[in-house]
């Protein structure tokens, strides 16, 4: 039987780091206001499979694995601050310019793109499957049952799955379209800021 004493505490500290203001959460954010509920939705959804990658990776133990070969957790970090100076550089070329920071139509290409861009998004941030690590490490002891760690994985996973798509149907209602239709090239710019921040962040942080 899976233990549910541990889920209280395990739901509330994924939900502070899986809904705390980062990259997923600007990406979403102005994905939804720029081009509408079912492009942000495609993007969360890519966030959400790279965040439900991380758990796994942590939940089955593998990302001791990842850690005890350091240059692949440096490589992925390294990768990681590259793909966010890319979205700043298009955050900050579209503050300049006008237009969309992400490009493409909202048809199956853009849409696949997007998926695509949110996976991709998640997957080269080493500091989720940190955060996922620890999770489970504090969580589950030695004699935690199989049916436990199956239950944290699945309740951590439809929690952020919750936050992300909420996040996209939240910032896609017509109120914060039109604020942001009014305020494009400012909140494009400060994207990008927010972007380059996150980068050199994560390009100078020590991970390992």
């Excluded at 850690?67 to 300049?96: D, N, P, Q, T």
């Excluded at 490009?103 to 199956?108: K, M, S």
């Amino acid at each position: 039987m899976p233990d549910f004493t541990l889920l209280p505490l395990v739901m509330l500290a994924a939900l502070v780091g899986v809904a705390s203001p980062g990259p997923a959460t600007v990406a979403i954010a102005t994905t939804a206001a720029e081009r509408g509920k079912q492009s942000a939705l495609f993007l969360a959804l890519g966030i959400l499979t790279g965040s439900l990658t991380w758990s796994a990776l942590a939940a089955f133990g593998l990302a001791t694995v990842m850690f005890a070969h350091s240059w692949v957790v440096e490589m992925i970090r390294y990768c990681g601050a590259a793909y966010l100076l890319w979205l700043a550089w298009k955050s900050a070329r579209a503050a300049i310019r006008g237009g969309s920071a992400f490009g493409g139509t909202a048809g199956q290409g853009g849409l696949r793109g997007l998926y695509f861009r949110g996976l991709l998004l998640h997957l080269t941030n080493p500091k989720a499957i940190l955060f996922f690590g620890a999770l489970y490490a504090v969580a589950l002891g030695p004699t935690q049952t199989t049916s436990t760690l199956v239950m944290i994985f699945a309740a951590v996973g439809l929690q952020s799955g919750i936050v992300f798509l909420g996040y996209a149907i939240l910032f896609s209602r017509p109120a914060f379209r039109h604020g942001y239709a009014r305020a494009a090239r400012f909140i494009q710019g400060a994207s990008a800021v927010m972007f380059g921040a996150f980068a050199f962040k994560l390009a100078t942080a020590r991970i390992t």
